[in-house]
């Protein structure tokens, strides 16, 4: 039943979307498929943060840097796995690009990135921009245990590759949190958005494990004595029982959200086919 839930919503956002075509959609038209497993996905997470963040942004405002902050992270993801090889998007320059500092690039993926992130900041002029770009830089610097490229020789055990999938996850959605310009982001409100983030990785790279192979080292194609059904069962359950008791609630609107989508993903093949991804 969540899984139809959430699903229903999602198809309400669409609509509504398409039915008023804001500007930003009619100057760069994007597919209905990675509009509903991007940036409708992060809107409806950050409906849910409702119940426990207030953010000075409107949900117009909110609409729109959700758009573009997906929009960053899909050039972000393509700089760092071009499939050419060339080096585009490296641990090393990304936080210089990122906090527009000392760019001589003349990549084109650069230059679009860079005017994006600009655009960002002028339609954000948030407080917490700061901390929106720490956050990021983060979110990829991963890489360097992610990244089979970037790992080189270097052993990647399981609780490496968790630990690096649960930080990607939570600093991707802190970073996002931050941009909206959140009020009252307490030490337990960052702490749920962290553990929507590592939750929201898992679902992830359970989605992408055959496609991650050989590429990304995940929880789920390094060496593990589980099966990943188990692992993702096991983890899926871990999250939650955080969620409860930070929250002291069974059913927290975060657990109704995840489980939901958790069920979508598994269905998603058959909506949007075989090949859908986030980004």
Do not use: C
Request: aromatic share 10%.
């Amino acid at each position: 039943m969540k899984t139809i839930f959430l699903g229903l919503k999602l198809l309400v956002s669409l609509v509504i979307i398409e039915f008023r075509k804001p500007p930003y959609l009619r100057s760069k038209p994007i597919s209905l498929k990675r509009l509903v497993m991007g940036p409708l996905i992060l809107s409806r997470f950050i409906k849910v943060t409702k119940h426990f963040i207030h953010f000075v942004t409107t949900q117009k405002q909110q609409e729109e840097i959700i758009y573009w902050f997906f929009q960053m992270s899909s050039l972000i993801e393509k700089g760092f796995d071009d499939k050419d090889n060339s080096v585009i998007l490296t641990p090393e320059n990304f936080p210089d690009i990122i906090m527009l500092k000392n760019i001589d690039y003349k990549d084109a993926l650069v230059g679009e990135l860079t005017d994006i992130i600009r655009h960002i900041k002028k339609l954000t002029s948030s407080n917490n921009y700061d901390n929106f770009e720490s956050n990021i830089i983060k979110t990829w610097l991963t890489h360097k245990v992610r990244d089979v490229k970037q790992a080189g020789d270097k052993t990647i055990s399981l609780d490496d590759a968790l630990r690096s999938a649960e930080d990607r996850g939570g600093f991707y959605f802190l970073a996002l949190v931050y941009l909206l310009n959140p009020t009252n982001l307490d030490k337990n409100s960052e702490r749920l958005v962290r553990l929507s983030g590592a939750w929201f990785q898992i679902i992830d790279d359970y989605d992408d494990r055959k496609k991650d192979v050989g590429n990304r080292s995940t929880p789920f194609t390094v060496p593990s004595n589980n099966s990943h059904k188990e692992m993702r069962k096991k983890y899926m359950a871990k999250y939650q029982k955080q969620i409860q008791t930070i929250t002291s609630s069974r059913i927290h609107p975060l657990i109704i959200f995840f489980r939901g989508l958790a069920g979508l993903v598994t269905i998603k093949p058959i909506i949007l086919g075989e090949k859908s991804d986030w980004h």
